[in-house]
C-alpha cells in the first residue's frame, strides 16, 4: 500500500475503511463482492471520505488483523482466504485485506443465504446482485457456459437444421476472407463441429439445440437485439433517429455496423477511375466494436446491446460486467476470458472476429495511428462501455475533402476543354450545313 494508492481514492478495485467495525457484516459485503468479481483490497486505518490516514493502535493490530481473518472465514459460504497484512503509510500502521478472486463462485453471507447475500462490485461501491447476475456466477463456479447449454431440452434439431446453420456459417467465412487462397483453404463445418464447439448437444441417437445454435439462427430470446440511436448533442436528450435489430446475431451484427457507417462523415478520394470512400472513423474498430458486444455480452442480462452515435464519439454498451477476474488493464494488454465459447468459436471460423483478446489492443493501436482519441473504457452499471471518440476539427474529412476537391477541379478543367472542342466541331458542322444547303440535289447526292 502507498500514498499513491490511497490519493487515487476509492474505486472497484481498493475500498477504505477508518477503523474495523464492530458489526462484521458492514465490511464483509464488500469482501464477498470482490470475490465475486476481480479481487481487491480493503483498508482499515483511513478515512475514505478525506482520504486521511489515521492509522491504527500497533499494539492490537495483530489481535485484529486475526480477528478480521477469523469473521471472513466464519461468515462467508463457499469459504474466502483473505490475505491480510500491515503497511505503513505515512509512518502509521494500516492493515490491508487482499481479497482474491474466487472461482467457486457464487460467494455469499451464510447468514443471508444465496439468494439475499450475494454482493458484487459496481463503480467503486457495493451492491446485492440481481437474479441474472446471480444465475451468471453459478455458470462461473459450475465453468459453464450459457450459450453451451440447453436451450429447448424437449425439441431435437433435425439434419436440415444442422445443414441450413453449417452452409450459412461456411457461405460467410468464404465471402469475408481476405484472398481467394485462404478462401480455398476453409472445409464447410459439419455436424461434429457444432457438437464440439457446443451449438448441439448429443443425447442417444438425438441432437439437441443450446442457446448458440438458437442465437444464430431463429433468435427466440427478446434480449438479443441489438438497438442503434444518433442523437443531437454529447448526450442522450434529443433523439435523432433510432433503430432495432433483431434475428440471427450475425445479420444483427452487420445491420448495426451499416447503421453507424450511415450515420458518421463520410468523403472520397478519387484514384485515376475509381473512387474510395473514406469514414471520418477506421470501419475496423467498428466492426470490431459492435463483434466484442455480440459475442462477449451477458444473454442472461434483460437488456439490449446499445449503439449510440453522439455528435463527438460513438458508443457501444455491451450487458454484463468484465467476465471472470478481468480487469480493464487486462483488456487494454489482450488477456480475454470469454464467456459465450460456442460463438467465439463460430465467430472465429467466419471470419468475424480473429484471435481471443487481440480486438480491443488492435482498436487502440489504429486509433493511435490515425492521430483519434485513444478509445475510452469503462465499466458502468454492470456493463462494459466503449466509446470511439471523433474528430473534434474534421481534419481527417477535410484533407480528404480537399483531395477530391483537387480530383473534381482536375475533372472539371478536363470538361471544359472538352466542351471547347466540341464546341468547335458544332461550327464546322454548321458551315458544313449551310454550304450543303447551297447544293442542288444531284450534288447532295
Known sequence: MTVEDIISGESEYIEFKQEVPKKSEVYMKTVVAFANGSGGKIVFGVEDSTLKVLGINQEDAF?????????????CTPMIMPIVSLASVEEKVVIVVNIMPGSQRPYYLAAKGKENGTYIRVSGTTRPADSFVLKELEFEGDNRCFDQTYAVPEECVTEDDINSLCNMMYQYAVEHCNSEEASERIHRPTKQNLLSWGFLVKRGDKCYPTNAF????????????????????????????????????????????????????????????????????????IREMICNAVVHRSYLHPSSIQVAVYDNRVEVTSLGMLFGSLRLKDIREGISIPRNRALVYAFTYMNIMEHWGSGIPR???????????????????????????????????????????????????????????????????????KSTDKLNDSHKK
Do not use: H
Not at 486475526?66 to 466464519?74: E, L, P, V
Not at 440471427?248 to 453507424?260: C, G, P, S, W
Open 63 to 75: 489481535s485484529i488483523m486475526d480477528g478480521i481473518t477469523s469473521a471472513i472465514c466464519d461468515s
Open 214 to 285: 438458437m442465437l444464430m439462427t431463429s433468435n427466440l430470446l427478446p434480449q438479443a437485439t441489438i438497438q442503434c440511436a444518433v442523437f443531437k448533442g454529447r448526450d442522450r436528450d434529443v433523439f435523432i433517429d433510432r433503430r432495432e435489430y433483431n434475428g440471427n446475431i450475425v445479420t444483427q451484427r452487420d445491420a448495426a455496423y451499416e447503421y453507424v457507417l450511415r450515420n458518421i462523415n463520410m468523403s472520397s478520394e478519387i484514384n485515376g477511375l475509381y473512387r474510395t470512400d473514406i469514414y471520418e472513423l477506421p470501419t475496423e474498430c
Open 363 to 433: 482498436i487502440i493501436k489504429r486509433c493511435r495511428e490515425l492521430g483519434l482519441e485513444e478509445p475510452e473504457l469503462m465499466e458502468i452499471a454492470g456493463c462494459f462501455r466503449i466509446n470511439l471518440f471523433r474528430f473534434s476539427d474534421k481534419t481527417r474529412i477535410g484533407k480528404s475533402t480537399e483531395k477530391v476537391q483537387i480530383s473534381t477541379d482536375k475533372r472539371q478543367e478536363s470538361t471544359d476543354r472538352l466542351q471547347e472542342s466540341t464546341d468547335k466541331r458544332q461550327k464546322s458542322t454548321d458551315k458544313l450545313r
